[in-house]
């Protein structure tokens, strides 16, 4: 990969604000954290202009009601081309937590996700979106 260096001029205290920031989130340099700035933003154009994207979504629910779980099934059997995988685990007596992965459209992932997310019963969910890496290299 062709690496490209440039010079940017900043206030003197933003770039102190940045360097107390990178070091606290342990950024060997201050290269390393520009890189991955603009892959955020560029992850965030993604998402927002309907790209093909994964998502990772969370769901906290209360596994008594048997509607609940039912729903859950039918709404993921129904958007089947879209979820990768789902991982159930027993919390304890009464809670569940399921991880799903997702792979499409952003906005069909985020119609989905709502969906489930806003199912009676679910007590948390939430949806966290990333790119599939192949347009921020
Ligand atoms: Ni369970």
């Not at 950024?27 to 990772?56: F, H, W």
């Not at 081309?81 to 952003?106: A, F, M, P, Q, Y």
């Amino acid at each position: 990969m062709k690496l490209v260096r440039f010079g940017v001029s900043l206030p003197k205290s933003l770039i102190d604000k940045f360097d107390r920031l990178i070091k606290s989130q342990n950024y060997p340099n201050r290269s390393e954290a520009i890189r991955d700035l603009i892959r955020k933003s560029l992850i965030e154009e993604e998402v927002q202009s309907n790209q093909e994207i994964v998502g990772i979504l969370h769901l906290l629910y209360v596994h008594h009601k048997r509607e609940l779980s039912d729903k859950l099934n039918r709404i993921q059997h129904d958007h089947h081309d879209l979820i990768i995988s789902s991982t159930h685990v027993h919390l304890n007596h009464d809670n569940c937590v399921e991880v799903i992965l997702l792979r499409g459209k952003g906005e069909n992932i985020k119609n989905v996700s709502n969906k489930l997310i806003a199912i009676k019963g679910v007590i948390n969910g939430k949806l966290y979106t990333t790119s599939t890496g192949e347009k921020i290299k």
